[in-house]
């Protein structure tokens, strides 16, 4: 093909694109081939690019579209191809950018959309030597466009943006580093730092405001670098940058003018630079091969620092910012839950040591197999310079606390290279059985030792447990709670031994109120002061959870703490009701399970309940728990001080809960009727009413869940029948129940009662064995109806009596089975039973039903219902087959 005049090139590509878009294909084919050839000559691009803002083709929006999407394959193409031999020069190129740019303000809104897709793609080639041009004519449209072209360009920066995102590694490595400003204002900084870090000195004395003013600029100018160096890694990295900060921070640390020990906010500072270098990602090795830049930037640290240098700030770190100053003790004196608090921040950046024990924990879990021996050394080095009878505050004395300290923080790592059971055999228990009032500062590390919950095995769980009871009685409130902290890791654990801390609960709980009482600061106070801090709130009410679980029987001793929270947590109208709700729900609810008896102050809290499930049905499963657990509990004064509420919850929930929450409620209405057979169905008759139309529904039957709602329902209705058989047929001949089931939709052929029976015939393989012998009770007592229905059942009824009675009576059931797992009170695995488990079998062992015979009972109403029905009966008989008469012979033991 002829290359054609470059003047006529735009009038011929516009044609070739409007043909290329016609459905007649001996039209389209051979535009698509023009197009195909033109793509690979000189100025294509620039011609498209007419073509697309072109004021003469404004109306032909699809042409100029259609010149947009060749344009950006073009680009996608040719943009980076050898410079030998381009399609699209470098003038184009940079004739193609402005033109672009300087188009924004098109009009049609698909075409502007188009231009900054083209322009975020040439920017993704570009960068990084084009990025400085082409961002810097986007800026200077930006200062004096409209806000139409503002809003085009501000797009095109986010299209840019997400482009580079999908970038190799490589790629997004080079980005970052094409920030030339870190490597040119960082040297400066530091040297900055340097040149006034003298006066801070020379100031000091004379002239304290200028001290002042010196000291917050060289702790500024430290923020401002470590503050760079987070925010540009890859920048932060060039052999300008990095080399000289890390020098200059690890040699203030190391070996510091004597002014700068004293000058603990730049110490602090210089270290958080450390940990921040040490912690960046991008400057570690990468498990999978893909960190940028690999041979430059990871493992950085170690390239930079000697082995002997790492070694040498680990000592420093212990042996001197470990340890505590004359000003610590004082202020430990003074007040020892504030130190505790100050020194218990590991992560803080405001105080010298903790700031010093956090670089030293990352600097450690960087290098441990160069220094566990190095802090086992030194370790060993304190014991034998301070025996466990020595009580005198000194340097040794301080520097076995500075040591245990740094063991405490690394346990994890360290444990391969120390025994903890020896150790603690050994030394601790000793330390531990010294009671001078200047051990407390061992002893305040010891408890922080005790947290090595992994490394404390079954037989040492008791004797550290007795330690920390020890600690938790000793006078030092900091040491006290310390020892506080590592119990609640302790009985968090899923390890944590009941058997050998079940006898140390009651001073264990004593000496934690006293605790409370004792405590002034926000972080140890237990409510008020955490008002409007829901985490904080969410994290005491799990914590309060664990302590109840973990007392059992003895959670009564604590309600004067807690039930008021409880209170708060469940009142849905409070300011923080739906934050605290859920875990107040599942605090009530282990309350409940471990109360020995119901106390006043719980049964006022239950009204709490209809008001939630009235707001949200989220908490329905625990609140189902509750009310189980106020009937087994509660008894005969939970029913008559809450008997209107407990008829609105029931029938509020069956109906509206699904399938999976309201089989859990039938257990309770079953429970509920187990144990108040006369006074509960009239109180629920709404309910039972449903509970009917559930049975009599034509529900799919091949759903299991449909399957054991039915089931349950009418294992409850048969209870009924037995233990209240006038209520039943009471129930069943209500207007109002007919009138329910004709607007459900439910037809009935017969009398209610007789359609129950066919789905207690239906359902009795469906149940466990408790519930068939209440079926079969049940369908022995319709045996006494004088209704001639009753004579076309009679052959079923039989042979399900017959079958339940040789059977067997085995009263370990699936229903029992499952109804231990409904309740979240099982403690850390252990077997006793949680109060409201122990009562409920208590009840289930008591249920009248199984006392009755039902042998007595089916020989019995057999022999009425021959009386009732005379000859009809004989004729029913006649017509069961051998085989039923036989098993039913069996089952009455009659010849």
């Known amino acids: 093909m002829a290359q054609p005049d470059s003047y006529y090139l735009p009038t011929i590509i516009c044609s070739m694109l409007a043909k290329s878009m016609v459905r007649d294909e001996s039209v389209r084919k051979p535009a698509e081939a023009a197009l195909l050839q033109f793509e690979r000559m000189p100025g294509f691009c620039s011609c498209l690019a007419d073509v697309i803002t072109m004021k003469g083709l404004a109306s032909h929006v699809d042409i100029r579209l259609m010149a947009s999407v060749y344009l950006k394959n073009s680009i996608n193409r040719h943009w980076r191809q050898r410079r030998d031999s381009p399609v699209i020069c470098s003038k184009e190129k940079l004739h193609l950018r402005r033109k672009l740019v300087l188009h924004l303000r098109e009009e049609n809104y698909q075409i502007a959309q188009m231009l900054a897709v083209l322009i975020s793609k040439i920017a993704h080639f570009d960068y990084p030597a084009?990025?400085?041009?082409?961002?810097?004519?986007?800026?200077?449209?930006?200062?004096?466009?409209?806000?139409?072209?503002?809003?085009?360009?501000?797009m095109i920066l986010c299209r840019t943006l997400k482009e580079l995102s999908t970038k190799h590694p490589p790629d997004r490595s080079n980005f970052a580093e094409g920030l030339r400003p870190v490597k040119d204002v960082s040297p400066v900084l530091l040297a900055a730092a340097q040149s006034l870090l003298p006066y801070n000195t020379s100031f000091r004395n004379g002239h304290p405001k200028f001290w002042d003013f010196i000291g917050r600029a060289c702790t500024k100018v430290m923020k401002i670098l470590d503050a760079i160096q987070q925010r540009h890694p890859y920048s932060f990295v060039d052999k300008s940058v990095l080399q000289p900060v890390l020098s200059f921070c690890l040699n203030k640390i190391t070996d510091p003018e004597p002014d700068i020990l004293s000058f603990e906010q730049f110490l602090i500072k210089c270290m958080v630079m450390i940990k921040s270098i040490l912690e960046c990602k991008q400057y570690k090795p990468s498990l999978t091969g893909s960190t940028i830049d690999e041979n430059r930037v990871a493992g950085v640290f170690t390239s930079l620092v000697p082995e002997e240098q790492i070694v040498l700030l680990c000592n420093v770190l212990i042996r001197r910012h470990f340890v505590l100053t004359e000003n610590d003790l004082e202020k430990w004196n003074e007040n020892p839950e504030v130190f505790h608090h100050e020194q218990d921040l590991v992560q803080g950046t405001e105080k010298l040591r903790p700031c010093a024990e956090s670089l030293f924990i990352v600097l450690f879990e960087n290098h441990i197999q160069l220094l566990a021996p190095i802090v086992v050394s030194i370790l060993q080095e304190a014991m034998n310079g301070c025996p466990t009878f020595v009580t005198e505050i000194s340097p040794r004395l301080l520097l076995k606390e500075a040591a245990y300290g740094a063991a405490a923080h690394v346990y994890n790592e360290l444990s391969n290279y120390l025994s903890f059971k020896d150790w603690f055999n050994g030394a601790l228990s000793l330390e531990l059985s010294n009671d001078h009032?200047?051990?407390?500062?061992?002893?305040?590390?010891?408890?922080?030792?005790?947290?090595?919950?992994?490394?404390?095995?079954?037989?040492?769980?008791?004797?550290?447990?007795?330690a920390l009871m020890q600690l938790l009685q000793r006078r030092d409130l900091s040491v006290r709670l310390a020892a506080c902290r590592t119990l609640c890791l302790h009985v968090e654990d899923a390890d944590f031994s009941e058997r050998d801390f079940s006898d140390l609960l009651p001073v264990c709980w004593a000496s934690c109120f006293m605790l409370v009482d004792e405590v002034q600061e926000f972080d140890s106070k237990v409510w008020e002061e955490s008002s409007g801090e829901s985490l904080l709130q969410i994290q005491l009410l799990m914590t309060l959870r664990n302590f109840v679980n973990a007392l059992g029987y003895h959670s009564p001793s604590s309600y004067g703490i807690f039930l008021p929270i409880l209170q708060q947590g469940i009142d849905i109208n409070g300011p923080d009701g739906l934050n605290l709700l859920e875990d107040s729900m599942l605090l009530w609810e282990t309350t409940v399970s471990h109360a020995p008896a119901m106390v006043p102050q719980l049964l006022a809290y239950f009204p709490c309940l209809v008001e939630i499930l009235e707001a949200t049905f989220d908490q329905l499963e625990v609140a189902v728990k509750i009310t189980e657990g106020y009937i087994v509990l509660g008894g005969r004064e939970f029913l008559n001080m809450h008997a209107s509420r407990i008829a609105i919850l029931l029938n509020y929930i069956v109906g509206n809960a699904n399938d999976r929450?309201?089989?859990?409620?039938?257990?309770?209405?079953?429970?509920?009727?187990?144990?108040?057979?006369?006074?509960?169905p009239p109180l629920i008759s709404s309910t039972l009413q449903k509970l009917v139309v559930i049975c009599l529904s034509g529900r799919e039957d091949g759903d299991p869940s449909n399957t054991a709602i039915k089931a349950s329902s009418a294992a409850i209705l048969a209870r009924i029948l037995v233990m209240n058989n006038n209520y039943l047929a009471h129930l069943t001949s209500q207007p109002s129940l007919s009138s329910l089931l004709r607007r459900t939709g439910v037809s009935v052929e017969y009398h209610i009662l007789l359609s129950l029976v066919d789905i207690w015939l239906d359902k009795v393989d469906n149940v466990s064995s408790s519930s068939k012998k209440i079926f079969g009770r049940a369908l022995a007592m319709i045996l006494t109806l004088r209704l001639p229905q009753v004579l076309d059942k009679l052959d079923r009824i039989l042979s399900v009596c017959s079958g339940i009675l040789l059977g067997g009576t085995d009263d370990i059931t699936n229903e029992e089975s499952s109804g231990d797992d409904m309740s979240s009170s099982r403690s850390h695995g252990e077997s006793s039973l949680s109060s409201k488990e122990l009562r409920r079998r208590q009840?289930?062992?008591?249920?009248?039903?199984?006392?009755?015979?039902?042998?007595?009972?089916?020989?019995?109403?057999?022999?009425?219902?021959?009386?009732?029905?005379?000859?009809?009966?004989?004729?029913?008989?006649?017509?069961?087959?051998?085989?039923?008469?036989?098993?039913?012979?069996?089952?009455?033991?009659?010849?």
């Not at 947290?451 to 550290?464: A, F, L, T, Y």
């Not at 859990?664 to 057979?677: A, E, K, N």
């Open 437 to 466: 009032p200047n051990m407390c500062i061992i002893h305040r590390k010891v408890a922080l030792i005790l947290e090595w919950v992994s490394e404390i095995k079954d037989d040492n769980k008791r004797v550290v447990y007795c």
């Open 843 to 895: 009840i289930k062992e008591a249920d009248p039903i199984s006392r009755l015979s039902l042998e007595n009972t089916l020989r019995c109403n057999f022999q009425i219902c021959g009386a009732y029905h005379g000859e009809s009966f004989n004729s029913a008989i006649a017509r069961m087959k051998p085989a039923a008469i036989a098993q039913l012979k069996q089952a009455l033991k009659t010849p």
């Open 130 to 154: 084009e990025w400085p041009e082409l961002f810097s004519f986007l800026a200077k449209q930006l200062q004096s466009a409209d806000d139409l072209t503002s809003h085009r360009i501000f």
């Open 661 to 680: 929450r309201l089989l859990s409620t039938l257990t309770v209405i079953d429970i509920l009727i187990q144990c108040f057979p006369m006074e509960v």
